[in-house]
């Protein structure tokens, strides 16, 4: 993992590279799923939240019309931490973040593959591939299987049973 060391004068150093970096520099290593860590030069304490924060603070105040975080779930998130316990947040956002970027690349995916296909072929892939995604994801019972097929309806129960009745 790369180490990335903060100095008292708040400039942050990659030690692997031997280089002074930014926190645009820490983005484009966010968004190219390089892990690093940031610690203190001095204290060696663990950074790294801190920095990510602040990189989501560049990130706001860079385009207001791009802005992730309203006013609204900023304070909502404040009156989360007088909760007894923000866990369950916190493994919600992270799930639901996860889940959003997984189908963000799918679909990026398909959509690359829909330029080599015909159109209508490109809508029923992806129409499958959501269907089996979100039958995943929401694992209900009721759903459709991984076939298509969903579970017996009451007509296809009520003809095994009128197999065993008597005809009138």
Do not use: C
């Not at 280089?19 to 204290?43: G, H, N, Q």
């Not at 039958?135 to 969903?150: F, H, I, R, V, Y």
């Amino acid at each position: 993992m790369r180490v990335i060391r903060k100095y008292a004068n708040r400039r942050l150093y990659d030690t692997q590279q031997s280089r002074y970096v930014t926190l645009e520099d820490l983005r484009r290593l966010i968004i190219e799923e390089e892990p690093f860590k940031v610690e203190d030069a001095k204290s060696g304490e663990d950074l790294t939240r801190t920095i990510l924060l602040s990189i989501i603070i560049e990130q706001e105040q860079a385009d207001s019309e791009a802005e992730v975080f309203s006013n609204d779930l900023l304070a909502q998130l404040i009156r989360v931490y007088d909760m007894t316990s923000p866990l369950p947040l916190s493994r919600y956002l992270e799930q639901g973040t996860q889940l959003m970027l997984e189908q963000q690349k799918r679909l990026q995916s398909q959509w690359k593959q829909a330029m080599r296909n015909t159109p209508l072929e490109f809508m029923r892939e992806l129409t499958e591939e959501n269907m089996r995604f979100w039958q995943k994801t929401l694992n209900q019972p009721g759903q459709a299987d991984e076939s298509g097929d969903a579970e017996p309806h009451e007509d296809d129960s009520s003809d095994a049973s009128n197999d065993n009745k008597p005809s009138s």
